[in-house]
């Protein structure tokens, strides 16, 4: 199975909509956009966390996963017991504030896209096991995946994305699968 992550642009409007009622929203349907990291996130992470201090790495960490949440309500006095297959990643809706987007906004629009290609290092993502597991490349087809270029473009594509939500002073939901 593979790992990726979508963000979602929220409103605020529509953000306190659904800290009001969590179990009956479809972000999909209060989004404003969304953007989709198909197994890469984990290599924008390490790239951009190069030569950076511990603050700035954890915030980088905090874009892809976010410590703070909304909870879903969970029943479990329905349950008879606690079966492996609960799937407790639905008991959250896990976000950043309008204040950690600006601060987000603020590192990611000091880097530019030659910068981030300068940083891209297929050998390094690959000893440092990052993953997925030994599939960067330098360069390769052009819709091939896990590619210099590929990477540099989902970096100008999150720069995008996170300027608009600073913009609109929106929340910036996070969903692994």
């Given at each position: 199975?593979s790992?990726s ?14 800290k009001?009622?969590p179990a ?8 404003k956009?969304?953007?989709?990291f ?22 980088l960490?905090?874009i892809?996963?976010?410590e703070?949440?909304?909870s879903?309500e969970?029943?479990?006095?329905s ?11 639905n ?7 309008k204040?950690?987007v600006a ?11 030659e910068?981030f ?8 993502l ?7 597991y030994?599939v ?5 087809e ?14 100008a594509?999150l720069?995008?994305?996170?300027a608009?939500?600073?913009?609109d ?8 699968w």
């Amino acid at each position: 199975m593979s790992q990726s992550i979508t963000l979602y642009r929220v409103s605020q409007e529509n953000f306190e909509a659904m800290k009001a009622n969590p179990a009956g929203t479809v972000i999909l349907n209060i989004s404003k956009e969304n953007l989709v990291f198909p197994q890469t996130f984990e290599g924008l992470k390490f790239i951009l966390s190069k030569e950076q201090d511990e603050e700035t790495v954890s915030l980088l960490e905090q874009i892809f996963y976010p410590e703070s949440y909304i909870s879903k309500e969970l029943d479990v006095d329905s349950q008879e017991t606690l079966s492996e297959d609960l799937d407790f990643e639905n008991t959250a809706i896990y976000y950043n504030d309008k204040e950690e987007v600006a601060d987000m906004h603020a590192f990611l629009s000091n880097i530019s896209v030659e910068q981030f290609h300068q940083l891209y290092d297929a050998k390094e993502l690959n000893e440092n096991g990052v993953y997925p597991y030994n599939v960067w490349i330098e360069e390769g087809e052009a819709d091939r995946a896990f590619t210099r270029k590929h990477l540099a473009q989902e970096f100008a594509d999150l720069k995008e994305f996170i300027a608009a939500a600073k913009t609109d002073n929106d929340y910036v939901l996070s969903l692994v699968w």
